[in-house]
Structure formats: structure tokens, C-alpha cells
């Protein structure tokens, strides 16, 4: 990592320091923010990640929070209607989505905090899937405006199957590329091996059945804590590829819209992958500003898939 990195690195420690305080004294619920701890702790790319609260409220208007359970116990997955038809399970360098930017999938070199190569691309990723709304808010943006995302779902969460069918034609197309954050978003280093496995299948077999697409290999560790251990684990059932982040939306909690609009103005850049969140509404006010940010800066919005294939 190069100077610029490290001192881009520690600011984000800073500002993510700071709007923990913030938080705090705004409210009473106020959930601390975990550090995107990175842990293969070279990389170093320390930023705001899914906060480890209690509480698993799915509620449409509620102030919904990611479970931070460290066990593979989750609830019962949703059903009551036919599972999409399910396809062949993409592997790297597979055919390319329709519509997408990238002309040949870049090398895959490891867990990955941006868009390694050239271009003016970003890889605009949320997590999680706590709040039903602000997932129907994301699609219907993602509709009017054509912007590619990356959704690393928690299965848990009834969101996905409440705003199916709003949601499946944009994963048809390659638009919305659904990639896999554990099924009940475990912190997966406290986990053991069996566990980390059922975790990441679970989901994925959730995310076969509501899209009819396999996640793999691409999978989010809850908090970015991960080890050798856990890429050992998870690679053995088909997830080899853990996507990190540089840039953050700090929107984990509750914060005012202004606040996310803020954060994505200082971390909205190329070669990117910014994290936020399905959990919070004060993103929705101002998705289209921070895609404002995103077309000022002459960036073009691709899913992971995408760019490493």
C-alpha cells in the first residue's frame, strides 16, 4: 500500500471514529459502527462495516439492525411460492451479463478492497437486507436509472422475497448482481469450520431459490473479519473470491441523510468498492445525488461480477 493509501486509510479510521461519536449523542440507539477489520491485516483498508447489534427487526418503517449472532442459528426461511428456475452456478471468466461496461474480466488476485487495473468504474455494494424498504427503494432507483449494483444479501431477511418480483428482472439482466454476506450475518472467525460451511450454503441455497442464480464465488464476510481459516472453509463449498471494501457510506445505523451524502462524497472515486447498507432509510432521499457524484466524476457503475468475471 503506498503513502497516499495509508494516509486515505486513516482517515477513514478518523471520520468512522468521529460519526460513532456523533451517533452516540443523537441517539439513544445509536449502534457502534464495526470496522471493516480486515483480517489479513496488510491490506489495511479499515471502514465502516455492518454494525453488531441485537435485534431483528424487519419491519417496513422500523430501525432495523443486522444480527451479530456468532452461531449458525437463524430463522426459518421464508416460502410460500415456486422457487425461481435456478441456473448453472457462474464460475469466473463465464459469459459476460448483457449490459456490461467492463470489456474482459480483470485478473483475481485475492480479497479484494477496489477494482484492481484502469478505468473510471466503481462498484456500488450493499450489504445486508434488514429494512424491506430501502431494498424496494434501491431496485426502483436501480430501474429508473439503469445503475448497476451488487447486493450481498442476508437471507434472513424477508425483504428479498417481500420485493421478488420487483427485484428478480434486474438479476435476470446482470443489473443486480446477488452475492452472498452468510445467512444470518455470523461473525464468521467465531465460528467453526461446519459452521462458516452452513452459513455460506444456506444462503446461497436461499438466493437460488428466490432468483434462480448461484452466489459463487463471490461472498462478504459480516464486519470484514475473516482469517486464513475462514477463506479455507469457505472456499471448500465454492466461495473463493471475498470482497472487501475502500469507502463507506456509514449507513450500518441511523444516520441523517445529509451524513450519508457527506461520507459518499469523500469516498466516492474510481476503482472503488463503496459499502452501504439495506438497513436505514436515509439513503433513499439521496440515492440520485450520490449518483450525481458517481456521473460528475465520469465513473460507470459495475457489479463485482462485472469486473472480475
Given amino acids: ?20 461519536i456523533y451517533r452516540s449523542v443523537a441517539s439513544r440507539r445509536g449502534v457502534l459502527l464495526s470496522l471493516g ?27 432495523p439492525t443486522a444480527s451479530g449472532s456468532p452461531n449458525a442459528s437463524a430463522s426459518v426461511a421464508p416460502s410460500g411460492f415456486e422457487s425461481a ?11 459476460q451479463a448483457p449490459g456490461n461496461p467492463v470489456p474482459k474480466p480483470r485478473p483475481w488476485d485475492g480479497p479484494q478492497t477496489g477494482l484492481a487495473g484502469e478505468g473510471k468504474y466503481v462498484a456500488w455494494t450493499v450489504d445486508d437486507g434488514a429494512n424491506p424498504d430501502v431494498v424496494r427503494a434501491y ?32 438479476v435476470k439482466s446482470g443489473q443486480l448482481q446477488i452475492a452472498n454476506h452468510t445467512y444470518s450475518h ?34 462478504r464476510p459480516p464486519y470484514g473479519y475473516y482469517d486464513a481459516r475462514v477463506l479455507a472453509a469457505a472456499a471448500s463449498c465454492g466461495f473463493t473470491r471475498p470482497v472487501l471494501w475502500y469507502g463507506s457510506l456509514a449507513d450500518s445505523s441511523n444516520i441523517p441523510s445529509q451524513e450519508v451524502l457527506r461520507f459518499a462524497k469523500k469516498y466516492v472515486d474510481a476503482r472503488r468498492i463503496i459499502i452501504g447498507h439495506l438497513n436505514y432509510p ?9 449518483k450525481d457524484i458517481m456521473d460528475s466524476k465520469g465513473l460507470t457503475t459495475v457489479t463485482i461480477r462485472d469486473y472480475y468475471g
Avoid at 195 to 202: D, K, N, P
Fill in 282 to 290: 436515509g439513503v433513499i432521499s439521496v440515492m440520485d445525488e450520490i
Fill in 85 to 95: 428456475t435456478p441456473s448453472a452456478a457462474p464460475s469466473s471468466g463465464s459469459t
Fill in 37 to 63: 477489520a480486515l483480517g489479513l491485516g496488510s491490506l489495511g483498508l479499515a471502514l465502516t462495516s455492518c454494525s453488531s447489534t441485537t435485534g431483528n427487526n424487519a419491519g417496513a418503517t422500523g430501525s
Fill in 186 to 219: 455470523a461473525a464468521l472467525t467465531k465460528l467453526s469450520d461446519e459452521q462458516i460451511v452452513r452459513e455460506l450454503t444456506r444462503n446461497d441455497e436461499e438466493i437460488q431459490r428466490l432468483f434462480g442464480v448461484s452466489s459463487k464465488p463471490y461472498f
Fill in 139 to 170: 431496485a426502483e432507483f436501480a430501474r429508473r436509472t439503469g445503475t448497476r449494483l451488487t447486493f450481498f444479501i442476508n437471507g434472513q431477511y424477508p425483504s428479498f422475497k417481500q420485493h421478488r418480483e420487483l427485484l428478480l428482472p434486474l
Fill in 1 to 20: 500500500m503506498n503513502t497516499a493509501q495509508n494516509l486515505m486509510s486513516f482517515e477513514a479510521h478518523r471520520d468512522h471514529r468521529n460519526t460513532m
